[in-house]
């Protein structure tokens, strides 16, 4: 079975904070994605990475920036939270290829205050 | 025109009753299709794929694939409470091998 974990479920964090999301997998998937959800707007991808240390923009990488050392963990970084980034943030993997699924993590829901 | 376009619902069907869930995309090169579910606050599952065209049954759940149209859909029969989430359709992407592209979802409602 596939494994997606993300380090918290919960988080607050103030304004102007660094906030660090971690993800990990641990099916040796060559892709792995940050998106976040909310309410109506549905999944928007941030950042996904096809490879360790590469990595490419998603459809809202403003005020995120992503680091990926090694092919199980892929971390999301906010560098200065802002209030605007409260939201779930929900990490994926994915084998490479065009026929494999992704597979989610349980999701962060993350508040700025 | 969005890649991967769905109903936002909420689309309410008597318990029982078939849940039939529509789906087009964009790009007639894609090839892999997938449905997933996610109940309110939880991240979405994966419950069918599709590749070729026709039909593909899985349980009470039927994936329905046309390539000519680019439509995809999800039937699900004998309707449960418990399908009651919101189903999201994706395809894979062609401009790049990694990502998948997915619509904005269907909130489906079972209703007693």
């Known amino acids: 079975d596939v494994k997606v974990t993300q380090s918290s479920r919960y988080l607050v964090k103030r304004t102007g904070e660094k906030v660090f999301l971690e993800c990990v997998q641990d099916?040796?998937?060559?892709?792995m994605f940050w998106y976040r959800q909310d309410p109506g707007l549905g999944l928007r991808l941030i950042y996904f990475?096809?490879?360790?240390?590469?990595?490419e923009k998603g459809d809202i990488p403003e005020g995120y920036s992503v680091s990926r050392e090694k092919k199980e963990r892929f971390s999301l970084i906010l560098e200065s939270a802002s209030t605007n980034q409260t939201s779930m943030y929900l990490c994926?993997?994915?084998?490479?290829?065009?026929?494999?699924?992704?597979?989610f993590g349980p999701g962060t829901r993350l508040t700025v205050t | 025109q969005k890649e991967v376009e769905q109903n936002s619902g909420p689309l309410s069907v008597p318990e029982g009753a078939i849940a039939s869930l529509n789906c087009t995309y964009s790009?007639?090169?894609?090839?892999?299709f997938f449905w997933y579910r996610q109940y309110s606050g939880k991240s979405p599952e994966l419950i069918m794929f599709i590749y070729s065209n026709g039909d593909k049954e899985d349980g009470r759940f039927t994936a329905q694939l046309n390539k000519a149209s680019q439509y995809v859909s999800l039937l699900i029969r004998d309707s449960q409470p418990s399908d009651s989430a919101t189903y999201l359709c994706?395809?894979?992407?062609?401009?790049?091998?990694?990502?998948?592209?997915f619509g904005s979802g269907t909130r489906l409602s079972i209703r007693p």
């Open positions: 099916m040796d998937h060559e892709n």
């Open positions: 990475s096809y490879d360790v240390k590469m990595k």
């Open positions: 790009d007639r090169g894609s090839q892999s």
């Open positions: 994926a993997s994915r084998r490479g290829g065009t026929t494999y699924e992704q597979y």
């Open positions: 994706a395809v894979n992407s062609n401009s790049s091998a990694s990502k998948i592209i």
